[in-house]
């Protein structure tokens, strides 16, 4: 780089994303982990680490594709505690989530068959308990609009508030008048349904471009994605402004599908570490120093 | 059956199973019907005959594979009158559901990893609502006697009562105590997901057999299967009994996967019949007449 | 086509295609059949009849979705006299093929994922064999044109004859000098594939609609697909003109995929008969009797 | 090893794999590269570390799942030098590939759907070919000696001699007299497909372990799996001796599906380096540093 003034944006951004997870479990627990970014043309995976301690015996983990493409890590755990993380860099688009309001709907007949899935009510985007209000509000705007409409509503009428719960549905984070971003995305997926535009749920990171470090996040993200003008766009309800450094982990119909763990039986969280930070042009992942004793030393 | 020798179980059973829906449309509606047969090892389709009158024009009608594998027809119906029917004889396997309550449960690690998406909560199967009770009632049993508990359970405390809303979840009909074959259903698979045992709705005919007429169905039915034993096996919780003459449709999450009927606007229903017989051992579908305005004639 | 003032083309054309094979079986006999018309916008099926005698026994005949999303029946067939029919009635398109000579060629790099595979050499369709030859002969055409060109050339150099092994590869009819029209479809894959064009080999019914009596098709039709301007566009280097009335039953890399008949041991054919004729805009099947021993009558 | 009693085999073995290619690219150039080790009970991935220099810009590069399940790497090379390269950390079972001779061989009807596709020829295992040398050779054999006496039959008689083109099938590798490890695969292949076994192409890395420094692999390695038993099973003509420390990368119909490397274009090689090697139980990656100008300082 050179002291002249760079005039035009960087081709790519680099940024360094990954969790920690520990556990301290009583008995051997099977689990289900959702977590690793996707390798797409908008998001180019450079390097990837993954630490599950104590390493698992053969036979004890692997991974699997699931029904919606995303890709799934599955533990069978033994009893004592437990370390699982994630540590990638990767390459984003350095633009933020483009603007698609001018974009048409389409009518239902038109639609790929592939979409059509994403019209049906979940678990909890229970798109079919919105309808009505969904068309007295937003009946009137269509394709692009409407969709951005259901973001603006969403975001200037629920304020952000921790503590859902994880059964918490879109009618009900509605009607309790308060959302945490999974409730956000749920909303944001059950409102377009209801409005026959296929929408499903957006798992992943986001980066902490130009947010002041207090404001940084502690916990993976979650958005939607409506499917407009032939492809998924992205939308955001909670931020509900235009964000780079979005990396996606995987979508599906709801948090259910998606979730970035899921325990079969007790497992106690002792911690949780999550990153997603800027690094410099040409940064690798650090190296680690592994124990004899299976845990990692910072 | 008479005290006279009977030689031998017939190798088959043939049936003939279908069903007209009569519409009145204002507008032109896009539609999705999940009402074929499967052409299976226990279930084999004969002949089938499909009418959707008028006939649309090119363009306006196809079929294509679901998530779950099912076929679904698409159709952009236009304003008008409008009939939908299919008709089949198949050859299913003459014996009743057979006893599995012998089968041990698959621990969740030893479960393949297509199955796993059914363990998770969906839109009208709502097990992570169910959960206490579950365990609480059905904790002391495993396996193949579990899940008939839960038959057992619902068959006795909820009485069957027409009436429910196409809306209604596991939980609230649990809660309205009351149900119809669709609640019974999710109400199946919703205990057995929250007990760990993978499950699934499933949608068909129900054969009249051994049915006084008067009993005999006048609607498609639903039941679920539970993954035990390395394989899908069937229960029925509606009728807790085993039955002969079962039509397998399509399975899926719940019903709202593979509803009969998924209508995008208005589309009043004017009449429907359905029909699951038992046939002469070599009897096909009778002629139709079709008349050149494109309604059939009985 | 007269003086008189045509009003408008028919929006549809009313087809019926079907065959019958007739086998004599020493051996119980697996056998994989891949004959079902698809259900498609630019065909819709009206009415089908599968007819297997006689009839498998449960657990003897099903159905399943090949790699390729093209149906499959499969079968045991007991030994003894074994019939296999399909019959159904179609509303096509009314238009011939349409020209597509205009269309631009995708770069590699602007394929998507799933028309990659159609790059690749296959058993029948070995283009990397005819690399040179291609690029040769077509490297100056491109797009639309240049598959075109491959019709062309093949058309004009190879003469239509019967007696092509069913081992026959696309180089080694090449070679020989001479075609059926399944040698036709490998040469335009293979051809098309060299040139980095995604093709696939397409077999189905080929109607004969203004086609003299005498000249009527007494098999089944193998055509090919390439892909530009972003769709899946027939040709057919066979006939090399455009034509109405094709009815597509399955695509796959080569013949191989996609064989009608596939039988794992001797398989005897006895008869075989094939039809593919226009019928009156609201005609259905004719009904059939099937007597008590199980065979047809005609 | 030490004449000191060993009490157990070690629980698993950790390997390191990988390679480096490097190409010097004169146009812009589309690649397919297939060469990720999959993570699955038997080989669990615990590091892993792609390097694609110079650094594709976004758009350039992502993952996709083809037909078979397999990851593939797309990118659009620019011209210059291009380095690609994979390196990762696995534990493998430490146990050599088990002998399943005693295994009965599934007759055809008994094979389960998604297998029935392994039957048929590809192109480079054109099995068709190889049916009357298959009887005449195997058919005194069935099941899992049947494979085994395949494999002890190419061993004995093919010589491994480099220098295969990359177009040989299985019978003009069989002609020739001499094979390398990809034709010993694809032979594998077509002999069990020609006696009605489904098998299948599999590629990835073969480790050194127990093999003398200067035998050691420079390259991938090929062999190929039959469906016995209800699994797929690892046979390896070439070596023909059970062997640990196996890293699978993918499956397919034969070397064309599964290429680890396929250009769309000259893409001249101008080096490349393979490893496979054991390293110490807590083993991870080394650390890399990478220069500003892109390109890695060993």
Chains 1, 2, 3, 4 share one sequence.
Request: proline fraction near 10%; aromatic fraction near 10%; glycine fraction near 8%.
């Amino acid at each position: 780089m050179s002291a002249a003034p760079v005039l035009r944006a960087p081709e790519r951004l680099r940024v360094r994303v990954g969790f920690e997870l520990r556990y301290a479990l009583e008995y051997p627990t099977p689990m289900l982990f959702v977590v690793e970014p996707q390798d797409r043309p908008f998001q180019q995976v450079i390097e990837a680490r993954r630490r599950v301690l104590p390493e698992p015996a053969p036979g004890r983990m692997h991974s699997y594709t699931d029904l919606f493409g995303n890709r799934v890590w599955r533990l069978l755990a033994a009893p004592g505690p437990l370390l699982v993380s994630h540590d990638a860099v990767l390459d984003v688009v350095p633009h933020p989530d483009p603007d698609v309001r001018h974009l048409p709907k389409h009518p239902v007949e038109a639609l790929p068959d592939h979409a059509l899935h994403y019209l049906l009510p979940s678990r909890y985007a229970d798109s079919d308990r919105l309808a009505a209000e969904a068309w007295d509000r937003f009946g009137g705007f269509s394709g692009g609009e409407q969709v951005q409409a259901v973001c603006d509503h969403l975001h200037a009428s629920l304020p952000y508030r921790a503590g859902s719960d994880s059964g918490t549905s879109a009618t009900e984070a509605y009607r309790a008048g308060a959302a945490v971003c999974r409730d956000f995305a749920h909303l944001g997926v059950a409102f377009c349904r209801a409005l026959n535009v296929p929408a499903r749920y957006a798992c992943g990171y986001l980066g902490d471009i130009d947010v002041p470090p207090d404001e940084r996040p502690m916990d993976f993200h979650a958005w939607f994605e409506a499917y407009l003008g032939g492809e998924w766009r992205t939308f955001d309800a909670r931020h509900n402004t235009p964000r780079a450094g979005r990396v996606l982990i995987a979508t599906g119909r709801d948090a259910a599908d998606v979730a970035f763990a899921t325990t079969f039986g007790d497992a106690p969280l002792l911690s949780m570490r999550v990153w997603a930070d800027e690094t410099g042009p040409h940064a690798g992942l650090p190296p680690v120093a592994v124990s004899p004793a299976g845990m990692e030393t910072p």
